[in-house]
């Protein structure tokens, strides 16, 4: 696995509000394929919007950027109104965000998309295997509140081949 970059949100986009119990990981893709359009460069875009938005991790072909420590919530599955599995994911008053961590996959033309999607998924096995979950707690942003959300794995033939991947990867070492 590439080696994780720290480069924690120093904005309001970083609430320094605790995870209450890790559930799970979502896959989100940025949906900005301009060019230059890499982890850094959507790192800061969220250090520097007023949107509410972040997410824990942004991977692209090179670089995986931590922008928020795992221990705390990221702005990347608010919604007004969730799915039955984002439903199943609250506790409370608190959203599906106080729950599960948040990586995001550049889709920049000038990058390498397969490198990008195989990073993705050796830190989405290594988060798994840290936090003792299974690729069933691995969820796409689309699950949780049914927005279109990684684009390429809406297609469930797509989602299973990632599951799959994690999976085989989590099994190694």
């Not at 590439?2 to 990981?25: A, Y």
């Not at 824990?56 to 950027?65: A, G, L, M, P, R």
């Not at 994911?89 to 608190?94: F, M, S």
Request: contains cysteine; charged residues 20%; proline residues 3%.
């Amino acid at each position: 696995m590439l080696p994780i970059t720290k480069m924690l949100l120093t904005n309001q986009n970083r609430p320094k509000k605790k995870i209450l119990k890790l559930k799970g990981i979502v896959i989100h893709w940025t949906a900005n394929t301009g060019k230059g359009a890499n982890a850094v460069a959507n790192r800061n875009y969220f250090n520097t919007t007023t949107r509410a938005a972040s997410a824990h991790y942004v991977v692209d072909d090179k670089t995986i950027v931590q922008c928020i420590p795992d221990d705390e919530i990221a702005y990347h599955v608010g919604a007004a109104s969730y799915t039955r599995a984002g439903n199943s994911l609250k506790e409370g008053v608190y959203s599906p965000n106080y729950f599960l961590i948040g990586i995001e996959m550049c889709v920049n033309s000038d990058g390498n998309w397969a490198k990008t999607y195989n990073n993705t998924a050796e830190l989405a096995a290594f988060l798994l295997k840290k936090y003792k979950l299974t690729v069933n707690n691995m969820y796409r942003h689309y699950d949780i509140t049914g927005k279109d959300c990684p684009k390429m794995m809406i297609d469930e033939n797509e989602w299973l081949k990632f599951k799959n991947l994690v999976h085989k990867l989590m099994s190694q070492k």
